[in-house]
């Protein structure tokens, strides 16, 4: 059973940051594009960020310039950097990887809370 185990949450004022860690227990992580997810309370679900075994990136338009993912595939682990947070930027942070049906097998992790608050 693969365990994903996110860490690195915690309370930041508005202009700060934090770097999320993500380490899964899984054989042929290279295989999997990795991704890191938000909900907020009352908010579904959202893809912010991901990235390829090759490290190539993507993200929404909300964290563009922000936030940087990156990986480490030796240790199996997927990170965010996340700069000039904002309070919009709270949620429950999750990652998971992208293609179609492995977030369904793997279940989710316990994610980690990211709180934006003077």
């Known amino acids: 059973q693969v365990q994903l185990v996110e860490s690195g949450g915690g309370l930041v004022q508005p202009g700060g940051s934090l770097r999320l860690s993500c380490t899964a227990s899984v054989s042929f992580f290279t295989g999997y594009v990795m991704g890191w997810y938000r909900q907020a309370p009352g908010k579904q679900r959202e893809l912010v960020a991901s990235?390829?075994?090759?490290?190539?990136?993507t993200y929404v338009d909300s964290v563009k310039g922000r936030f940087t993912i990156s990986r480490d595939n030796a240790k199996n682990t997927v990170y965010l950097q996340m700069n000039s947070l904002k309070p919009e930027d709270a949620a429950v942070y999750y990652c998971?990887?992208?293609?179609?049906?492995?977030?369904?097998?793997w279940g989710w992790g316990q994610g980690t809370q990211v709180t934006v608050s003077s």
């Open positions: 998971n990887a992208l293609q179609a049906g492995v977030a369904g097998r």
């Open positions: 990235i390829t075994s090759g490290a190539t990136a």
